[in-house]
């Protein structure tokens, strides 16, 4: 592994940085456990729009629920489901359109410095969202009105991250409650997205400082 890799490694260990790097994410071993990947049953404490097809891997869609009737019966609001599994082909063509859109806004960049400046929004084919075990999501009322998060879903700014600085006392406060919830049930949050979480992944394993991973990309 290079040492630039294993020096921001401990930056993060040690607290002093937050994102892992990419590439020590995708050096984790993944032995998969052959879980299935279910379709989402109807439910009436998450929402998520029912024309949508909605799939994850059985644990993952357990431990959504639980997460759900904590926050519904505890703090009166309900989760809203932005989106579980994504196969391979919308995973391209989510990061294509995400170049395009880089490219029209830094012309200057070169194609590499464009690549990884993508790498920060979307992954390439082999992310989380590929295995089953990763979810987008927002906390919402009864009626399915969002709350405020900060940033809309997929907003990239300099709010986006978990923990972003200037943020307001009630986005804060609603971003805690997220990721409160969510770590309690085993979850794993991408520092950069306070929306993505994940379990059973390469960046799961490679956050909780799992061995390795245990679920493997679903083609």
């Not at 009105?145 to 943020?167: Q, V, W």
């Amino acid at each position: 592994m290079k040492l630039r890799v294993i020096y921001n490694y401990l930056l993060v260990r040690f607290g002093i940085r937050q994102v892992l790097p990419s590439d020590y994410i995708r050096s984790i071993q993944v032995y998969d456990n052959h879980e299935p990947i279910i379709a989402l049953p109807p439910s009436s404490i998450l929402i998520y729009d029912q024309q949508q097809k909605w799939e994850a891997r059985v644990t993952v869609i357990d431990k959504l629920e639980r997460v759900a009737f904590k926050l519904k019966e505890e703090q009166g609001v309900y989760i809203r489901l932005l989106e579980l599994y994504r196969s391979p082909e919308k995973q391209q063509n989510m990061r294509d359109k995400q170049i395009v859109i880089l490219q029209s806004q830094n012309p200057y960049l070169s194609s590499e410095q464009i690549a990884l400046e993508a790498n920060k929004r979307v992954s390439s084919i082999g992310g989380g969202h590929q295995t089953g075990g990763a979810v987008d999501l927002t906390l919402c009322d009864s009626k399915g009105r969002s709350l405020d998060m900060g940033t809309a879903y997929d907003e990239f700014n300099t709010e986006t991250p978990t923990h972003a600085k200037g943020l307001s006392t009630i986005v804060k406060k609603n971003r805690r409650l997220l990721l409160r919830y969510m770590q309690q049930e085993g979850f794993a949050n991408y520092p950069n997205e306070w929306w993505h979480f994940c379990y059973g992944d390469k960046m799961w394993a490679a956050y909780m400082h799992k061995p390795h991973a245990i679920y493997d990309v679903i083609i």
